[in-house]
């Protein structure tokens, strides 16, 4: 990644994940899965186990497991790279009715952690501050018909491997395709007690988050797809007097150029109402990393977050298994950081409203 601005500090503010202007081992991902296949009729039993390696896991740290009860990690191996277990679960299917027992990534959302499953190469702040990413606990998915799948379960709440609020949760959703397989509607939500204020443990108060996420392929080379999130925490905001909320909008355009070319366009508004929720992964007090070292790690942005990326993704036809996604993004906000946190502004070191990055990755696939 590059960053225009050339920030003292190397961060590129609170965009995650690719949060560097310089070179990174984002991910080695490896997997080990036995997935179920009932083909709707009998019982089968599986399982799944992810293990990442590299600057990534710092951003899907979960208590219990891979994080300390303050979001310190427990296994990072340096300042930047480290190792997370974003799920490992076992898996049980009887007809259309499966059940996953164990820590798993979240339904909520479009954007997902591994690198393969995304268009970008970096994130929406949507995903980041918006949303959870995995979940303990059980998740029933029940296929009632070629068009419909409904999810439900309960689970210790956002990114905790075990039950530090002495709380349970619901996790639930829903699935519409359409009978033309050219458009779908997805439904998820979760409420629970969660911690007031955020990466701490106590006190808890209820949270709700719900997202909405539309996709339509429009003809054969175009596509489309629609997100909406919005949450809600109990008692989060002005030292736990009143609610936090946050949400935002998500819009991405697709384009097939030729067998081997796709042009992508996305973008995005998020608004922290209250300044609780954007705050970059440096944060010492939240996290446990980067002490003193990313200033605007220390959150507290009240207002709105934008961002339009444009990328392209390049897959060769004669190896499938490579992936190269060059983007463009430009970010800019508009809000009262000095309600919370003093005069930091979410970029270049603290000093800017907005900036202007690029930069690429390359994915292989074995």
Excluded at 32 to 56: F, H, K, N, P, Q
Excluded at 291 to 317: C, D, M, Q, R, W
Aim: hydrophobic share 35%; glycine share 12%; proline share 4%.
């Amino acid at each position: 990644m590059g960053n225009s601005d050339s920030p003292s500090d190397h961060f590129n503010g609170p965009v995650s994940f690719a949060d560097r202007d310089d070179g990174q081992l984002n991910q080695l991902y490896m997997i080990a899965e036995r997935a179920i296949d009932t083909g709707g009729c009998g019982w089968d039993l599986g399982g799944r186990v992810d293990l990442l390696y590299g600057s990534d896991y710092r951003f899907t740290l979960a208590r219990g497991l891979d994080a300390n009860d303050n979001f310190t990690a427990k296994w990072d191996s340096s300042r930047f790279y480290g190792l997370a277990m974003p799920q490992a679960y076992v898996e049980v299917g009887y007809n259309d009715l499966s059940v996953k027992i164990g820590h798993f990534y979240t339904i909520i959302g479009y954007e997902v952690v591994p690198a393969p499953g995304n268009f970008f190469y970096t994130h929406a702040y949507t995903m980041q501050y918006g949303e959870p990413f995995t979940h303990t606990g059980a998740l029933a998915t029940y296929k009632a018909n070629d068009q419909l799948s409904l999810m439900g379960g309960f689970t210790f709440g956002w990114d905790n491997f075990e039950n530090v609020y002495d709380r349970v949760s619901f996790l639930g959703g829903a699935t519409f395709t359409s009978s033309d397989g050219n458009s779908s509607l997805a439904y998820a939500l979760t409420v629970g007690d969660e911690e007031e204020t955020f990466g701490t443990t106590s006190p808890v108060d209820t949270r709700y988050m719900q997202s909405v996420v539309y996709s339509r392929t429009l003809t054969d080379r175009l596509s489309y797809v629609f997100q909406t999130d919005y949450g809600n925490q109990a008692d989060g905001a002005d030292g736990g007097t009143a609610d936090a909320a946050w949400y935002g909008v998500n819009q991405y355009l697709f384009y097939k150029l030729n067998c081997c070319w796709s042009a992508g366009l996305r973008a995005e508004w998020f608004r922290d109402d209250d300044g609780v929720r954007v705050a970059a992964a440096g944060d010492y007090a939240r996290t446990g990393l980067y002490p003193n070292s990313n200033p605007t790690s220390i959150g507290g942005f009240e207002g709105n977050f934008y961002e339009v990326t444009a990328g392209l993704n390049y897959k060769p036809s004669d190896n499938p298994n490579f992936i190269f996604r060059p983007e463009v993004r430009y970010d800019w906000y508009s809000g009262n950081p000095s309600s919370v946190n003093g005069t930091t502004l979410p970029y270049d070191g603290g000093s800017a409203t907005d900036q202007l990055t690029y930069g690429f990755d390359m994915i292989y696939l074995y």
